[in-house]
């Protein structure tokens, strides 16, 4: 089963604001409103940004946040920050399968 | 608080076994499915496989169907990762991580991480 698509790099300035796509199937990103958002720091474990499309768990910054449009979904952070550099990766409940589906990370770099 | 505590790094020689731990803590072990991912280096992520600690009902991704067994012991809240015969291919990192709802919803906890290293 192949992973949802995501661009494998993006980058911007501090204070803008960046829309990363993932693009999957009607079998899976198309099909339900089950897309998610990890964010992952060099050497450390991911962290769920946004979950059931453009949910925010407690603590995350309201700078970021979750669309979806057919089989695609978009993370948009605005504001950028030197923080915020960090490999992003998409997610999505799939009919094909009991487990998730990630897609392949795409890494910001904030200039 | 929920915490997911996995077992430290390993360095194995190809073709030896090796079984690694998460042990969670803070919430009910056996109402949540618990998994692991594998992120091989310079790599994305990769579910290897999911179980449900209460009746041990364990899936597979298919391409670590065979190659690794996962297990529980819900009498200590712990979940394990089981090689039997160790690749240089399966040098990577390993989290463990609970979904939030069934099998297939998103992570809401991760482990640290354990790193596995095979080399000869």
């Known amino acids: 089963q192949s992973a949802l698509t995501q661009p494998a790099s993006v980058s911007e300035s501090p204070g803008q604001s960046i829309t990363i796509s993932c693009t999957g199937t009607?079998?899976?990103?198309?099909?339900?409103?089950?897309v998610s958002w990890y964010q992952q720091h060099p050497g450390k474990a991911p962290k769920i940004m946004i979950y059931?499309?453009?949910n925010r768990p407690s603590g995350v910054s309201n700078r970021f946040s979750g669309s979806k449009s057919g089989n695609t979904a978009f993370l948009t952070i605005s504001g950028l920050q030197a923080e915020d550099e960090a490999t992003y990766y998409c997610?999505?409940?799939?009919?094909?399968?009991?487990?998730?589906?990630f897609g392949g990370g795409t890494k910001l770099t904030v200039l | 608080e929920v915490q997911l505590v996995q077992s430290g790094a390993e360095v194995k020689k190809p073709g030896e076994s090796l079984k690694i731990s998460c042990k969670g803590s803070?919430?009910?072990?056996?109402?949540?499915?618990i998994g692991w991912v594998r992120q091989m280096p310079g790599k994305g992520l990769e579910w290897v496989g999911i179980?449900?600690?209460?009746?041990?009902?364990?899936r597979y991704s298919p391409s670590f169907q065979g190659q690794v067994t996962i297990s529980a012991d819900k009498s200590i809240s712990t979940a394990y990762l089981q090689w039997s015969s160790l690749k240089a291919s399966d040098t990577a990192m390993y989290y463990c991580?609970?979904?939030?709802?069934?099998?297939?919803?998103?992570?809401?906890?991760w482990g640290q991480g354990t790193l596995v290293t095979v080399s000869s």
């Open positions: 179980i449900y600690p209460d009746d041990s009902d364990t």
């Open positions: 997610s999505s409940y799939t009919t094909d399968s009991v487990l998730e589906l």
């Open positions: 009607s079998s899976d990103v198309g099909a339900y409103n089950y």
């Open positions: 991580a609970r979904p939030a709802r069934g099998s297939g919803s998103y992570v809401d906890y």
């Open positions: 803070g919430y009910s072990f056996t109402d949540y499915w």
């Open positions: 059931d499309v453009s």
